[in-house]
């Protein structure tokens, strides 16, 4: 089962792909919360935004770490942060089972902000390899436009990189 999962910051995507991420908002999509709910890119409008984008199963660990590290330094009060786990799904499985396989591993006050993605618009419009290894963080402001990128394994400078950007939407 070849599984991508989207929504994490160490390295700066290339000096041209990083011009042409600042320069347009958040390319549109539809996923699924795994609250069951319809989301869209438009719901990432509006107020500062951290998106965590896992590419692969092997990227969870990295988001699981992104998550808690932004949870416990990042005011969400400031910034809200969404998981998005886009999920390349075989033939046999439907969407309804990539979220019921989540909502296992998710705590549920988290359930509303992991969203399911089946198509892969957002991976290429943000320069994600779709079987990553690495987890990816953006910030995004409140037009929706990436304001950062970091990929892998949270650490201090890419954290503080995170912040800074987070800082610079107020």
């Known amino acids: 089962m070849k599984t991508s999962i989207t929504l994490a ?10 011009s042409q991420l600042s320069s347009s908002p958040i390319p549109d999509f539809t996923a699924t919360a795994l609250t069951g709910k319809k989301v869209s890119a438009a719901q990432l409008i ?7 984008v896992t590419p692969s199963r092997d990227a969870a660990k990295d988001t ?9 330094n990042v005011d969400q009060s400031a910034v809200r942060i ?3 786990l886009a999920i390349d799904l075989p033939f046999f499985m439907s969407e309804e089972d ?3 396989r989540a909502k296992k591993k998710i705590p549920a006050r988290y359930q509303d ?9 957002l991976e290429s419009a943000l320069n994600i390899p779709r079987d990553s290894a690495k987890a990816f ?3 995004l402001d409140a037009q929706g436009k990436v304001i950062a990128r970091v ?8 954290l503080s990189e995170v912040e800074k950007a987070v800082r610079s939407t107020k």
């Open 82 to 84: 969404r998981d998005v």
């Open 113 to 121: 902000q992991t969203w399911i993605l089946s198509e892969s618009t």
């Open 151 to 158: 990929e892998g394994e949270p650490n201090d400078a890419q």
């Open 98 to 100: 990539a979220i019921g």
């Open 64 to 72: 699981r770490l992104w998550a808690q590290a932004l949870r416990k």
């Open 9 to 18: 910051l160490a390295l700066l995507a290339p000096v041209g792909a990083w």
């Open 137 to 139: 963080v953006f910030v």
């Open 46 to 52: 509006g107020q500062p935004t951290i998106l965590i």
